[in-house]
């Protein structure tokens, strides 16, 4: 790849006048030596995975092995179908599209990691919910893909993009990260209003621990999948709308690597610590292993 | 670069519930069955760091399984690959290891093969988004990253072999994206490891295999699944759709 950084990934994209998605594209075919044909049909039948995950998390059981979680995307479903959210119908239903994914998942379902299966639900959540709402294409989304990966690919080479190494910020972070900036591309913003969205984004989510119950990845995964996404259509709307962040985004993720190096081994996907050791957590976990 | 391409951020395609502990945790399985070059009749897992923490309630342990029966990351018998282990007739047990290691999600992975009785002692890292990197193979020093296709080479520590490898791959026209040698003394056992542009073909392999001083030749190539097989041949029905 041709940058290391957002900001040169926004001035690539300026010097050769393409979109992020779009030069992410020859990018990875570059690297890859495969036509530009074959890795687009690759991202294309990723997002088939993606639609068929929401599909399934918004009607099928996806009651998790630990009997922990599942439907709670089919319960948020129906109180959208039901009555005006507090979140409004897009940004509402964006939600329960992620907290669908995100439960096929803890099912031992099929998703796309993206950028990891603990994120997994926030990129669909927001990409299907708009693709819904504003009448795009699926070439189109599948661009918005490529945009999100090129995001993904600077975030985890300079911090990282795991729970056991930098908590949670490192996996829901990032998603957000990557998909606010994508879908402020999509909707018409430049390669730099994309970047400021994923700045923004990552300063809401730094110091995120990751302290999953039981070590599964269900509570509180889940629900900040649901966050998540809403999260990261705010991110976008903010950076269409002009607001800029003045901490630069390649700062941020610099920023989100110090404190995810910082943080205590508790607090990073051991179930060592946080939410996972409160009394509740424990008799979960005592249960769980009984069983 | 840790990570290399976008399909190592969008991606892999794969059964829940974790990236690190479920999908990476196979491909290292599947790397390390690769390496022993057929299926172990005893495996002998040692979970450490997270992995030891959590590895029942991310299935860390079934994935370990599947890859050792060569499943790709978004195979559907993957939850119940410790029960097909045991049918396949695999002895596999799990145990939290004690000591240092070098990542917090790290396995090593003890094994017997089931037709040659040959040993192996693999140790692998998960490092986020089910990308992994095998980092010991009997006490030699790797770096593999299993997002290419790999060829491990055993051989003697003589001047002159990795000179004869790469004129091998030179006349094959296959280019070398990495290569690592480490050996365990000055004239003694090494290991070398390339890793591919492109998948390597038998010809390559027993033309490498015939070199003096090399002893055995292996080819990791986890880009091989289910799923890639399936996609290549949607690919080929989409084009028989759209001549006829």
């Not at chain 1, 599942?70 to 319960?75: M, N, P, V, Y």
């Not at chain 1, 056991?164 to 996996?171: L, P």
Request: net charge negative; charged share 20%.
């Amino acid at each position: 790849m041709n940058f290391q950084t957002l900001s040169q990934l926004a001035v690539l994209c300026e010097e050769r006048n393409l979109g992020i998605g779009a030069l992410m594209l020859e990018e990875q075919s570059a690297e890859s030596g495969r036509t530009q044909e074959q890795e687009f049909a690759k991202m294309s039948q990723y997002y088939g995975v993606m639609k068929e995950a929401v599909h399934r998390g918004m009607n099928e059981n996806t009651t998790s092995r630990s009997g922990l979680t599942g439907l709670d995307a089919q319960r948020v479903g129906a109180y959208n179908a039901a009555t005006e959210p507090c979140l409004g119908g897009a940004a509402g239903e964006a939600m329960a599209y992620a907290l669908a994914v995100s439960e096929v998942n803890a099912s031992m379902g099929r998703i796309i990691a993206t950028p990891t299966a603990g994120s997994c639900g926030i990129i669909p959540g927001v990409f299907l919910s708009c693709q819904e709402r504003f009448g795009w294409d699926d070439d189109f989304m599948v661009y918005g893909l490529f945009a999100a990966g090129a995001i993904g690919y600077v975030i985890a080479n300079n911090s990282f993009v795991s729970g056991a190494e930098g908590g949670c910020q490192a996996e829901v972070g990032s998603a957000i990260g990557m998909a606010a900036g994508a879908l402020t591309e999509m909707r018409g913003g430049t390669p730099a209003q994309a970047m400021h969205a994923v700045g923004l984004a990552l300063k809401n989510t730094l110091g995120l621990i990751c302290d999953p119950v039981g070590g599964l990845v269900e509570i509180p995964c889940i629900v900040r999948n649901g966050f998540g996404a809403v999260t990261a259509l705010a991110a976008a709307d903010m950076a269409l709308a002009g607001v800029r962040s003045v901490i630069p985004s390649d700062e941020v993720i610099k920023v989100m690597l110090e404190v995810g190096s910082a943080m205590p081994e508790m607090h990073r996907e051991t179930a060592g610590g946080g939410l996972a050791q409160t009394p509740t957590g424990r008799k979960i976990m005592e249960d769980l292993r009984r069983e | 670069m840790r990570f290399k391409d976008v399909f190592s951020i969008i991606g892999p395609a794969m059964v829940g519930p974790s990236s690190s502990h479920t999908a990476g945790a196979a491909r290292i399985g599947r790397a390390a069955r690769q390496v022993l070059g057929e299926m172990p009749r005893l495996a002998e897992v040692i979970f450490f760091g997270s992995f030891a923490a959590t590895y029942q309630g991310h299935g860390t342990d079934r994935a370990i399984a599947g890859g050792l029966l060569d499943f790709s990351t978004d195979d559907p018998r993957l939850p119940d690959s410790i029960e097909l282990a045991g049918e396949a007739g695999m002895e596999i047990s799990f145990r939290q290891g004690a000591g240092l290691f070098p990542h917090p999600n790290t396995v090593q992975l003890r094994l017997t093969g089931k037709e040659s009785g040959s040993e192996l002692t693999i140790t692998g890292i998960s490092i986020g988004g089910g990308n992994i990197e095998i980092v010991d193979i009997d006490g030699f020093g790797v770096k593999l990253s299993g997002m290419y296709p790999t060829i491990l080479i055993n051989h003697m520590d003589y001047l002159g072999v990795l000179a004869s490898v790469t004129d091998v791959m030179r006349q094959g026209q296959f280019n070398i994206g990495h290569m690592s040698l480490d050996r365990k003394n000055r004239s003694g056992a090494a290991l070398t490891v390339l890793e591919l542009d492109e998948s390597a073909t038998q010809e390559l392999l027993r033309d490498l295999e015939a070199l003096p001083a090399v002893k055995t030749v292996k080819l990791v190539d986890l880009n091989e699944g289910t799923s890639e097989k399936e996609y290549e041949l949607k690919q080929e029905d989409k084009g028989k759709d759209s001549t006829s």
